[in-house]
């Protein structure tokens, strides 16, 4: 009875003296970053693979596909960087998650499941079961009523304490639903049996029933998880995570991605369909600590005042929205002056 008695006085010990033992771990989210074209053959794999894995793992999944390639209609520049230097030498299909576990094929994964078979998941519950040691909470908005901006806001808590801060968030806007009636919109399909029966058959699971019997040149192909511009997403954005890190004490990171960039403004179809996703790195490591993913609200859902500005002050030239600069008082409308847009009555 007394070693009980013992034993009880030390837990409890233990316990008071360590408080965040106590606190629940944190969920980890884990994100696949797909490298993929309509121009690559073998990437049918690769789109269903990232279906897959977004109905196999629900929210716990964040996908995003990157379009590569000359010609490519949903390129997005701010990526091969990435690609070169965390996967140098590789092509499409391919995929890292949370940039520790990479160069991945989308569907067969690390080929657990056997080379022609649905195994990414295994690959990807390895990293689900990793621990971490931050959160990551994520509010988006539309920035103003004409759905220019969308506004981020992301809060991050920690289980550590930590006098230094190597931390870092990336910004990523996603759409779902794209697709295009064009010659450059069409998906090349190495697994059509009308091109080669042996390529075709050797995927033979269900899941892959659909491009066996497409054609080699594909259409009306619907593409998800595709990244229409990006903040930081090379080594995360300075100064978005600060020291000390305190345990449980969050911290709170403001700022908007736009969608007024040339390449972003190409590849959107439906501002509806776009979701905001935040990407927690060690930028010492440039491991995926943690992410969140949200849908994008509509402006003035959270009570912020309205943004736009009276005409300012002649101290600056006013720009039309693609940056051409105007040389008299311009029309009603909206336009850029010192760095912020305002309505010109």
């Known amino acids: 009875m007394k070693q009980k008695t ?15 033992d106590a606190q629940e771990p944190f969920v980890r989210r884990s994100v696949v970053e797909e490298f993929t074209g ?10 269903v693979g990232m279906q897959r894995l977004s109905e196999d793992f629900a ?4 996908g995003i596909a990157v379009h590569t390639g000359s010609g490519e209609p949903m390129l997005i520049p701010t990526y091969p960087d990435v690609q070169n230097d965390v996967i ?10 949370d940039r520790v576990r990479y160069k991945f094929d989308p569907y067969s994964g690390s080929g657990q499941n056997g080379l022609f078979h649905y195994g990414i998941d295994r690959d990807f519950s390895a990293a689900l079961s990793q ?5 990551v909470e994520l509010a988006a908005q539309w920035d103003d009523e004409f759905q220019f901006d969308v506004r981020y806001v992301v809060t991050t808590t920690f289980n550590i304490d930590s006098p230094t801060a190597p931390y870092r968030l990336m910004l990523v806007l996603t759409e779902d639903g794209l697709t295009g009636t064009t010659d450059d919109w069409r998906q090349v399909n190495y697994f059509s049996l009308d091109y080669d029966p042996s390529a075709g058959l050797s995927y033979e699971d269900d899941d892959m029933q659909f491009w066996r019997e497409a054609p080699y040149y594909a ?3 619907t593409y998800n998880h595709v990244a229409v511009n990006t903040q930081g997403i090379r080594t995360g954005i300075q100064g978005s995570i600060t020291a000390p890190i305190t345990a449980y004490e969050p911290q709170t990171y403001t700022a908007t991605l736009t969608t007024l960039a ?3 403004r190409k590849i959107i179809q439906d501002k509806s369909r776009l979701h905001a996703i935040a990407i927690l790195i060690n930028s010492e490591t440039g491991e995926v600590v943690n992410a969140a993913k949200s849908d ?9 005042r309205d943004r736009r500005q009276p005409e300012p002050a002649a101290t600056g030239r006013a720009y039309d929205l693609q940056g051409r600069p105007l040389g008299a008082r311009p029309q009603p409308g909206l336009y850029v002056r010192d760095g912020r847009k305002y309505v010109s009555q």
């Open 6 to 20: 013992i034993a009880l006085t030390m837990l409890l010990a233990l316990a008071a003296a360590s408080p965040a």
């Open 38 to 47: 309509t121009w690559c053959g073998n990437c049918p794999r690769g789109i």
């Open 59 to 62: 929210d716990r999944f964040i």
């Open 88 to 97: 140098p030498g590789s092509g499409a299909p391919c995929c890292i998650i």
């Open 131 to 135: 621990p971490t040691e931050a959160k």
């Open 219 to 221: 259409t009306g192909i």
């Open 262 to 264: 040339s390449h972003a």
């Open 296 to 304: 994008v609200r509509p402006y003035g859902t959270d009570g912020i």
